[in-house]
């Protein structure tokens, strides 16, 4: 089975400081994504990336930036966290097979809650 | 910007009854996915349907897809209480997708 999985379950970090949010997928996965998941605001996506070193901005990509050197680790990085901040983190990984677009099933690790005091 | 757009935002049966939930998109897809989240956890796919087919199932579930109405329906037949969980639709298009804010289901015992 695939397995996605998100170093922290539940952090507590306070405004202005630096935090990293680890995610590592054991699939050899092409696609690596972070998703912030909010009461009323469904999924969001904050940034994605196709490749070792590649990365795409999402929806809502202020305030975060993200770091793959290797395939299978894809970290999400707050540079000053802020209280709005404070949410559920979702990583997830999905396949690219080259001329296929309708595959894409998407597989998530089990979320961090981040709280930003 | 969130494509999906599911129907109700939350729904409440009993036990063996069956519960349908409706998805909307807006624009072009390849495929479209039905995830499950049970409180506090990830989501776990359940099952995908391409952009040329109409209907799938998989075990109690079934799936179908109108692309002219650019609309998707999830049935859950003889619910259970532990298919208690929140439901999102995904629209993918050229490898990214794009969830709704999901269908709040409860099943009472």
């Known amino acids: 089975d695939v397995k996605v999985t998100q170093s922290s379950r539940y952090l507590v970090k306070r405004t202005g400081e630096k935090v990293f949010l680890e995610c590592v997928q054991d699939m050899d996965h092409e696609n690596m994504f972070w998703y912030r998941q909010d009461p009323g605001l469904g999924l969001r996506l904050i940034y994605f990336?196709?490749?070792?070193?590649?990365?795409e901005k999402g929806d809502i990509p202020e305030g975060y930036s993200v770091s793959r050197e290797k395939k299978e680790r894809f970290s999400l990085i707050l540079e000053s966290a802020s209280t709005n901040q404070t949410s559920m983190y979702l990583c997830?990984?999905?396949?690219?097979?080259?001329?296929?677009?309708?595959?894409?099933?998407?597989?998530f690790g089990e979320g961090s809650w981040l709280t930003v005091v | 910007s969130q494509q999906g757009e599911e129907d109700p935002q939350a729904l409440s049966i009993q036990e063996g009854e069956n519960a349908t939930m409706n998805c909307s998109y807006k624009t072009s897809i390849n495929n479209l996915q039905w995830y499950r989240q049970n409180s506090g956890r990830g989501l776990v796919h359940l099952i995908l349907i391409r952009s040329n087919e109409r209907e799938k199932h998989s075990g109690r579930l079934r799936v179908t897809l109108d692309t002219s109405k650019k609309s998707s329906s999830l049935l859950i037949t003889a619910s259970r209480a532990a298919d208690t969980a929140s439901y999102f639709c995904a629209t993918a298009w050229a490898g990214k997708s794009t969830f709704g804010d999901g269908t709040t289901l409860t099943v009472k015992p």
């Open positions: 997830a990984s999905s396949y690219w097979l080259a001329g296929d677009s309708s595959g894409n099933t998407i597989y």
């Open positions: 990336s196709y490749d070792v070193k590649m990365k």
